[in-house]
């Protein structure tokens, strides 16, 4: 089990100044992925609604990122990426950035696919709440299975709470 630095971890929502550290970290951890985020997403972040970034940050560098996204005619929000830097895993700060999707999710299901050899990842969502509901066959580029996790998370009113995108100041 790692070091936990959750009181060292400040989640926020991207900025439009973040794009280069992410864009970095997803090229890192899930190159060619048919949900990449592109540019033109972080320059609509404050106005598009219908795809919400979170960015971990440790010690002023962006070591995380989750994306948020709302398709129309679904009753789901879907995590469609959660990333780590390979120097900070193992310190819950994936676990925060689910946490906080969860609080600030706009529709009351969130969904998301997990690779069945992930077993890091089946494992942590498996505690927050999440249950496999399906298995998409052939679902990734590689031709590997996805599995399709959701969480009833509750409707937005009763469970939202903004203090939850504080973390400490930076030094």
Known sequence: MGKHLDHDVRIRCAETLDAQAVFALQNELFPGDVNQLYPEDFSALS???????????????????LVLRNRPARPWTGIDFVGVAPHATGRGIGRRMVEVAIAISPRPILRLFVRPSNTAARALYARLGFRHSATRKASYADGDDALVQMKWVGLRPFRFNPAILQGPEPK
């Not at 219908?50 to 962006?62: F, K, T």
Request: proline fraction near 0%.
């Open 47 to 65: 106005k598009n609604k219908q795809v919400i970034v979170l960015v971990a940050e440790l010690a002023g560098d962006v070591v995380g990122f």
